[in-house]
């Protein structure tokens, strides 16, 4: 039996100064981590076969919250097989395409879950699809379906156009864009 204390278990000792600064300075450097990764914002890439970019060595632009921001924005009122009727605020796909001067006739999208969907580019001509940001007002997030969901003006489309495998190119959580 150990002698330390009656009941033979050994005492906790007591936090010393030394293991109080470094849980604070962990924990001070958590905080800043996780300041500078909300100031850098979210952002979306675009890559393939566009004319403009913000990084020529590896041939792509990106947007910066900001940017993206700045862009004119169209909404959407419309429901999903995933959300309730609600408002959709984002950039007119083609309009973003145009920015960078895209010259594709597949566009890909990428989403955060590894899924993808290449959707023709004729879509964004026949129809005003954004890549919405905001659902009512509130930035989408990853755990909602964001940064960036693709959405088409579903109620001004018939059922023959959304029907089928249609849904599939509802992708959310898109990062990354690419140009084919």
């Not at 509802?170 to 690419?178: D, F, G, K, P, S």
């Amino acid at each position: 039996m150990d002698s330390n204390t009656p009941s033979g278990h050994r005492a906790r000792s007591k936090p010393t100064i030394h293991r109080l600064f470094a849980s604070t300075l962990f924990l001070a450097a958590s905080l800043l981590t996780v300041s500078a990764a909300q100031a850098a914002g979210v952002t979306l890439t675009i890559s393939g076969n566009i004319g403009k970019f913000t990084n020529q060595s590896v041939r792509n632009y990106v947007f910066s919250e900001a940017e993206f921001n700045a862009l004119p924005m169209r909404e959407i009122s419309t429901a999903t097989d995933w959300t309730p009727k609600g408002t959709f605020r984002g950039p007119l796909v083609r309009e973003l395409l145009a920015r960078v001067g895209a010259q594709g006739r597949q566009i890909k999208f990428y989403g955060e879950d590894n899924y993808n969907v290449t959707i023709p580019a004729s879509d964004f001509s026949k129809y005003d699809v954004i890549l919405a940001r905001t659902w009512n007002n509130k930035p989408l997030q990853l755990n909602d379906f964001g940064p960036f969901w693709v959405m088409y003006p579903i109620q001004d489309m018939s059922t023959s156009e959304t029907s089928g495998i249609f849904i599939a190119k509802l992708a959310w959580q898109v990062t990354r864009i690419e140009v084919k």
